[in-house]
C-alpha cells in the first residue's frame, strides 16, 4: 500500500515536529494518516520498524537531492560548493536528516536499534529494506562522494583519484559546517580549500 506508507511516515514526521520519538504514539499515527492502527503494523512491523522506514525514506530524500543538484550545468567546483550549500541548508531544515548526516541523535530522534547479527528479516515486502542497516555519516559521506565522481567525471580535468578527494573534502567541509557553523558561508570554506588542493597538486612556478 504505497500511498498509506507514504501518509504514515508522513504522519510520523509531523508528529515527531512537536514530540519527542518517545511520546509519538502508533495509534495517533495510524489517525492522523486516515488508517487503522493494524494497517500501520501490517506496513511496519513495530514502532522501531516505523523508525527505521522513516530514516531510510530521509537518507533516500537526501541522495536524491543530491543527484540533483550534481545534475547542474555548471562547472564542477561550482557544483561542488553548490552541494555543500544545499546540503548545509537541508540539514539546517530537517532534523532528522541532520541527526542522520552526524550521528547525534538525542532524545527527540527515532534512532532504531541496531539489527543484531543473524537477525531474521521481517518478510513483509514494504519492511524487508528497512530492516537492513541504516546508513551511517560514513556511508553517506562515501555515497556522496561517489555519486559526485560519476556525475563530475565526465568534463573533469582531473584523475579519478584527486576528483574524489575533492569531492569528499567538499561534503566533510559541508558536515562540519553542519555541526559546527563559523562566521563566513560555506561556499568560502569549500571554495578557499578547492583552491588550496588544486595549488597543492600544481608544480611551484620554482620548478617549472
Do not use: I
Not at 22 to 50: H, I, P, W
Not at 104 to 116: D, K, Q
Not at 132 to 149: C, F, G, I
Amino acid at each position: 500500500m504505497p500511498a498509506a506508507r507514504e501518509s504514515l511516515l508522513n504522519a510520523a514526521l509531523v508528529a515527531l515536529g512537536d514530540l519527542p520519538w518517545s511520546a509519538v504514539r502508533m495509534v495517533d499515527v495510524a489517525s492522523a494518516a486516515g488508517v487503522s492502527r493494524q494497517t500501520l503494523y501490517n506496513e511496519f512491523g513495530s514502532k522501531d520498524g516505523l523508525a527505521r522506514a522513516l530514516v531510510r525514506r530521509e537518507a533516500d530524500r537526501y541522495l536524491h537531492g543530491v543527484e540533483r543538484v550534481l545534475a547542474q550545468r555548471t562547472e564542477a567546483g561550482d557544483r561542488l560548493v553548490a552541494l555543500a550549500q544545499w546540503t548545509v541548508a537541508e540539514a539546517g531544515e530537517r532534523p532528522l536528516l541532520r541527526a542522520l548526516l552526524t550521528g547525534c541523535w538525542g532524545e527527540r530522534m527515532p534512532a532504531p536499534r541496531p539489527v543484531r547479527q543473524g537477525a531474521v528479516l521481517c518478510g513483509l515486502p514494504a519492511q524487508r529494506r528497512a530492516d537492513a542497516r541504516l546508513p551511517a555519516p560514513a556511508d553517506l559521506v562515501a555515497t556522496v562522494r561517489d555519486r559526485s565522481v560519476t556525475a563530475l567525471g565526465a568534463g573533469c580535468q582531473d584523475g579519478r583519484a584527486e576528483l574524489a578527494q575533492r569531492c569528499e573534502l567538499a561534503v566533510r567541509l559541508a558536515l562540519s559546517y553542519v555541526v559546527a557553523p563559523v562566521g563566513e558561508g560555506v561556499d568560502r570554506l569549500v571554495r578557499g580549500a578547492l583552491g588550496a588542493v588544486l595549488s597543492a597538486r600544481s608544480p611551484r612556478a620554482a620548478d617549472r
